[in-house]
């Protein structure tokens, strides 16, 4: 198991650097220029003479008057150090700018995973011992309809009946602005009040294609052999599904469950936006539209790390449920 992990993390460290070096070419290449932008503001300020001469300055200071491969190279040493360098838009260090959104993100998605898998697991198992039943139809019409629409269209549809017209829940931000002398409990209230709606949006935009597969691998696994056999053998129903059939399905299960994670943060980019919240997604929406390519770097990466870590999970996980993973590894 050792000599497989090692290779899985020597494998994603290449990954990791090669994605790296095309990132950040894509960004070089990306048009505006991160040194006007910082000096502009006091070009009213001064004559042009000193204007052109703080933007020299700026250029040097920020290493793009370097050649490329020298300019990544001093990029990668400090992203390595979580020194991802200064916020074109923020004047702030790209991990302060960062530091308060991802906690913001991480908090919520961890809502959406927990309710999701809460939701999923028991209803795609449901629906595969109940197959072809009238509940197994009507939740497979649900699903259906779940996976045709899109999930800004799903956060129209409840931001329209839960906000507007029946004012159970607030369109936007984290918490309420004129909220003073709240002890932390109330704190800690309003802001799940405020996560309601992003975290529904979130969960329903994303069940449906995961029961569905969940149902899908079930009925595979309770059409095997061995579950004729632990039938016959006399024991209970709930031990067939669970300990025999359940634990079969789970090897393309997890690769679902765990990509079906990775998916939710990136999606968390269009619920961030349209409710206005301080998440890694509207502060990378954000950092594009100023042409913040130091905080959309930053972000990027951390989207590719976060793509790399579900991906060593599902090997790990492969190799924990099924032992032949670990033999031919």
């Known amino acids: 198991m050792a000599k497989y992990v090692l290779k899985r993390l020597i494998y994603i460290v290449l990954v990791f ?34 204007y052109e001469a703080m933007y020299q300055q700026v250029r040097a200071r920020m290493g793009l008057d370097d050649p490329l491969p020298v300019r990544y190279w001093k990029w990668f040493r400090s992203l390595i150090t979580l020194d991802l360098g200064v916020s074109t838009l923020y004047n702030k260090k790209v991990m302060d700018v960062i530091r308060v959104p991802l906690k913001n993100t991480v908090q ?80 800690t209230k309003d802001r799940l009040w405020h996560m309601v709606l992003p975290v529904a949006i979130l969960v329903l935009s994303s069940m449906a294609s995961t029961t569905r597969y969940i149902r899908s691998a079930m009925v595979s696994a309770l059409s095997m052999d061995y579950i004729k ?24 299960v997890v690769t ?10 990136y999606g968390s980019i269009v619920v961030e936006t349209m409710f206005g919240l301080n998440g890694m997604g509207n502060t990378f929406i954000t950092a594009l539209r100023n042409q913040d390519w130091a905080v959309g770097l930053g972000v990027q990466m951390f989207y ?26």
């Open 17 to 50: 650097v090669a994605l790296s070096i095309i990132i950040f070419f894509m960004y070089s290449a990306a048009p505006g220029d991160p040194a006007r932008n910082e000096v502009f503001p006091l070009k009213g300020t001064l004559s042009n003479e000193a």
């Open 229 to 252: 056999t632990a039938r016959a053998k006399g024991l209970s129903e709930k031990a067939v599904i669970f300990s025999h059939a359940w634990r079969n399905a789970l090897l393309p």
């Open 108 to 187: 919520m998605n961890l809502f959406v995973v927990f309710f999701g898998l809460l939701i999923t697991i028991p209803l795609g198992i449901a629906m595969a011992v109940k197959r072809n039943t009238i509940f197994d139809r009507v939740i497979q019409v649900l699903t259906l309809v779940g996976v045709s629409i899109p999930s800004f269209v799903t956060a129209l549809i409840l931001i329209y009946f839960f906000a507007v017209k029946l004012r159970w829940f607030p369109v936007s931000g984290w918490q309420t602005p004129d909220l003073q002398n709240a002890t932390p409990w109330m704190i």
């Open 256 to 265: 679902l469950l765990i990509g079906w994670i990775l998916s939710i943060f």
């Open 304 to 329: 590719v790390l976060l793509a790399l870590a579900s991906n060593l999970i599902i090997d790990l996980s492969f190799g924990i449920i099924d032992p032949r993973v670990r033999v031919n590894a």
